[in-house]
């Protein structure tokens, strides 16, 4: 039965409350009162209380569970098996499963600095427990675990915990641990909200749980494991002759075995390339080899006569790119000689250095433009490829766009293949426009009130621009779980790669995104370049830089009526649209490249700040 919960600050159910600290009475206050999601709403009746709770000590040794929408829960564990029990039996946490075949979520246990003292953890960990990312096996939480039947993965108990018991039939027996004092919630995405108070973090992570899922780890562990939760491998089958349901494979999903990628498309290192000469480096023959653009140029004798440079930035450009995108479910089939396939998702083997872009088509039309100062779409420097490499689909697609004939040599092929990420795409696209109306910056604004209802929207409410950083990197990071390598770099034989254990593990779909994603931006630009006559300067994945006689981006986009031009850049919130990432002077471009002697320094890496360090590191 699932524990009754007590809302504070009224906390009728205890008649003294002179020693409670009123720092967290008005957290809990504020929290009920901003906008986040109501547990029941969004749990339902088996998970009443919400999808987490953070566990802390108030001044008068009391234990508390601090879950979303205010509420506190009075916590009589005093170990941290005996937490582990109440939480499955009587907290009344978890959150329904995504999708019809899969599983209801674990309850999340996230643990403040005094929850772990009253429950002997350390706050902080030792330079060699950090390197290993756990407590050393012996440590006597982990015995206490052992000794009440509970078991840790194998990754051990470190900032992210899971403490189970073998699944009996259906029912499950799991509970994560989020540890901030431990690092679990790097503060490059999840900005301060370790700082938090513990019913500000509630409503923060609880906002996260039901927009995105709960936690399950890193935003990058969140964001694959987002991807099974909603195309699980397996599903029930429909009942046979005498009545039973069985497991079978779950459609449009990667089933539950990993599947061997082809060989251009693994990174350095993989066991797959074990044979090859130590130090070899491989060429684009031989590898695949699909990476966000880090292009610059130096600036034309026109271009300097302007005085900004103005750098736009592409909203959630992963997951656009994810967008409607066929990648393969299954393995990949070798062909020689083949036709190519647009539709096909896979790897090519085949010669673009013919694709000359002074003269491509825009649409139905053919239009001439100025190849030099436009980058290459098929190399991530943005140099012209001197032979035959390997691209995905949709780099090779865009060759036959451009209106240039392609003969491939050779292709890794998946006939199996569907609309894997689409629901992963939704979701997220889905919270992250949530998050940005919350803060401020609905859909569908005009260009000049969305420039400024974006100008300082991170203010406004700064727990909540915490959330729209955790979205973002939920999607970069998961994409880049994909092709997860081993700490270190590189494998050695007999050194474990875990990740290749995942059905997960799949670099030509993280190819088939990047591919997408690099190509959706050199569209854009060659339409604008087209239409305009102007030609980015500088070019950092979903960043590019435009020489403008004005500080805004409308001083250089075409905009006609309040309308874009089509096909090319759309200022806007949605993913795919862009925003203003940073303008500095021309003077200031100039100024860092003679200063570093780098002519063509990227100034796309420094425009939001404009501040240049460690320009060797950088590029």
């Known amino acids: 039965m699932a524990a009754e919960p007590t809302v504070r600050p009224d906390d009728a159910a205890r008649p003294s409350t002179s020693s409670r600290r009123p720092q967290a009475k008005k957290a809990a206050k504020k929290a009920a009162k901003r906008p986040a999601a109501s547990a029941a709403a969004a749990s339902g009746p088996r998970f009443e209380n919400g999808p987490l709770a953070v566990v802390d000590v108030e001044d008068d040794g009391q234990v508390v569970a601090y879950c979303v929408g205010g509420l506190v829960l009075e916590v009589p564990a005093r170990s941290l098996p005996a937490l582990v029990d109440w939480t499955l039996k009587e907290a009344g946490l978890g959150q329904p499963k995504l999708s019809g075949p899969g599983k209801d979520a674990d309850p999340l246990l996230v643990l403040t600095e005094a929850a772990c003292e009253r429950y002997g953890l350390p706050v902080t960990l030792t330079e060699q427990e950090r390197l290993t990312g ?245 190399t991530p420097s943005g140099e012209r490829p001197a032979g035959p490499a390997w691209y995905e689909t949709r780099t090779v697609a865009y060759a036959v766009e451009l209106g240039y004939d392609v003969t491939p040599l050779e292709a890794y092929v998946r006939y199996e293949n569907g609309r894997y990420l689409d629901a992963w795409y939704h979701r997220l696209r889905d919270a992250y426009m949530a998050t940005m109306d919350d803060l401020g910056v609905p859909a569908d604004l005009p260009p000049e009130e969305f420039l400024q209802a974006m100008d300082g929207y991170k203010e406004r409410d700064p727990e909540l621009a915490v959330l729209v950083s955790a979205i973002k990197a939920t999607v970069k990071g998961g994409i880049g779980k994909l092709r997860e390598r081993p700490r270190g770099g590189g494998w050695k034989p007999g050194q474990p790669w875990p990740a290749l254990k995942r059905p997960t593990w799949r670099p030509d779909i993280r190819a088939a995104v990047i591919s997408r994603t690099r190509i959706n931006m050199h569209r854009k630009i060659v339409r604008h370049a087209a239409f305009t006559g102007q030609y980015p300067v500088a070019i950092l994945s979903d960043c590019a830089v435009y020489a403008s006689d004005g500080p805004s981006p409308l001083d250089f986009l075409p905009y006609r009526d309040g309308k874009p031009l089509p096909g090319g850049w759309r200022l806007g919130v949605s993913p795919g649209m862009v925003k203003h990432e940073g303008t500095q002077t021309v003077l200031w471009g100039e100024g860092v490249r003679e200063q570093f002697g780098a002519p063509e320094l990227n100034l796309a890496r420094y425009i939001k700040t404009g501040e240049v360090t460690n320009v060797d590191d950088g590029e």
């Open 134 to 378: 756990r407590l050393p096996d012996g440590h006597k939480v982990i015995k206490q675990l052992t000794r009440a039947d509970w078991k840790l993965t194998k990754r051990g108990f470190g900032p992210w915990a899971r403490i189970y018991r073998p699944a009996q039939g259906s029912e499950r027996s799991c509970v994560q641990l989020c540890i901030p004092s431990w690092h679990a919630l790097d503060a490059r995405h999840w900005g301060h909200a370790a700082q938090l108070p513990p019913a500000d973090l509630a409503r923060l992570l609880g906002s996260y749980a039901a927009r995105v899922m709960t936690p399950r780890g890193s935003t990058a562990v969140t964001g694959l494991e987002l991807m099974t939760a909603l195309h699980p491998p397996t599903r029930a089958s429909a009942p046979d002759a005498t009545g039973r349901r069985h497991s079978e494979h779950n459609p449009d999903s990667l089933g539950k075995d990993p599947v061997d990628p082809a060989p251009c498309e693994v990174p350095d290192g993989h066991p797959l390339l074990a044979d090859l000469p130590r130090f070899y480096r491989r060429t684009p023959a031989e590898v695949l080899a699909e990476e966000v653009f880090d292009w610059a140029r130096p600036l034309t004798d026109a271009e300097c006569t302007k005085r900004f440079l103005v750098g736009i930035d592409v909203n959630m450009a992963f997951a656009a790119g994810a967008n409607s995108l066929v990648v393969g479910l299954g393995a990949p089939t070798r062909v020689r000689r083949p036709e190519f396939d647009p539709k096909l998702p896979g790897s090519w083997l085949v010669d673009l250095s013919h694709v000359d872009l002074s003269r491509v088509k825009a649409g139905k039309e053919w239009v001439e433009l100025d190849a030099g100062l436009l980058p290459s779409p098929f």
